[in-house]
């Protein structure tokens, strides 16, 4: 193995670690606002049976 190489295999390790903490990120802002989103809804259906005032 040459010593050519190891540039490679720092530079493809590095950025592989940075694209797999964006997708990381990626997924669990995308869980997030998912489970926001619900919690949200679930919320507004209770206040529509109940009859309340909409919250703002």
């Given at each position: 193995?040459?010593?050519?190489n190891f540039g490679w295999i ?47």
């Amino acid at each position: 193995m040459g010593s050519g190489n190891f540039g490679w295999i720092e530079i493809v390790l590095f950025y592989g670690g940075a694209i797999g903490f964006g997708v990381w990120q990626f997924w669990k802002m995308d869980r997030m606002l998912k489970k926001t989103r619900a919690e949200r809804e679930a919320k507004e259906a209770a206040e529509r049976e109940r009859g309340g005032p909409p919250s703002v």
